[in-house]
């Protein structure tokens, strides 16, 4: 069983930047594929970005060049940082892990979502 918890959402202006931390507990983190996934109000939750647990790396190519995903695994903990925030890049962000997270279906757990505003 894995458990994530979320943390460093909050409001930026648009331009700014933030730091997105997923700490997990459990003995298998450096096992799992890790990622961020989002969802806006009215709209499907949509993968941003992911790495594998060798470190390869996946994103979205509405932030690619912005966001870059990295992980601990000493720490167990994966981040996304996100540069030149949107207005679009506003939603709920969530923290996934799981042997497979590239469909939503794959994913084994989620978080419970950190809320990432940018006003314009």
């Known amino acids: 069983q894995v458990q994530l918890v979320e943390s460093g959402g909050g409001l930026v202006q648009a331009g700014g930047s933030l730091r997105l931390s997923c700490a997990a507990s459990g003995s298998r983190f450096s096992r799992n594929n890790m990622g961020w996934y989002r969802q806006a109000p009215g709209m499907q939750r949509e993968l941003v970005a992911a790495?594998?647990?060798?470190?390869?790396?996946y994103y979205a190519d509405s932030v690619k060049g912005r966001f870059t995903i990295s992980r601990d695994n000493g720490k167990n903990t994966v981040y996304l940082q996100m540069n030149s925030l949107k207005s679009e890049d506003t939603a709920v962000y969530y923290c996934?892990?799981?042997?497979?997270?590239?469909?939503?279906?794959?994913?084994?757990?989620w978080g419970r979502g950190t809320q990432v505003t940018v006003s314009s």
């Open positions: 996934a892990a799981g042997l497979s997270i590239l469909t939503m279906r794959a994913v084994d757990y």
């Open positions: 790495i594998t647990s060798g470190g390869s790396t």
